[in-house]
Nanobody, 117 residues
Framework: QVQLVESGGGLVQGGGSLRLSCEASGITFEAYSMGWLRQAPGKQREPVATITSGGSTNYADSVKGRFTISRDNAKNTMYLQMNSLKPEDTAVYYC???????????WGQGTQVTVSS
């Protein structure tokens, strides 16, 4: 069974930091691009950051310079270091694993991040 399990969410004061983790099982982790997406109430799910198996990264403009995505293939785990958090970062953060040829797309259950003023 494929599982993506997020952890590390919580409540933090504005300007603080959190580190999210996503541990994958049931997939060949190295074959997948990984990413973090978030969804706030009443808003569409939006990509936050992605990282390929080779380590190439991409970030939403809103988080550039504040968030860092990384992966540890030996641990089948992806991370999102979030610094200088703002109230507008409040959302449920989802882990995503995606590959092509053949195509597969898997999601975690999400972890809540709440940033207070």
């Amino acid at each position: 069974q494929v599982q993506l399990v997020e952890s590390g969410g919580g409540l933090v004061q504005g300007g603080g930091s959190l580190r999210l983790s996503c541990e994958a099982s049931g997939i060949t982790f190295e074959a997948y691009s990984m990413g973090w997406l978030r969804q706030a109430p009443g808003k569409q799910r939006e990509p936050v950051a992605t990282i390929t198996s080779g380590g190439s990264t991409n970030y939403a403009d809103s988080v550039k310079g504040r968030f860092t995505i990384s992966r540890d293939n030996a641990k089948n785990t992806m991370y999102l270091q979030m610094n200088s958090l703002k109230p507008e970062d409040t959302a449920v953060y989802y882990c995503n694993a995606r590959r092509y040829r053949p195509s597969f797309d898997f999601w975690g259950q999400g972890t809540q991040v709440t940033v207070s003023s």
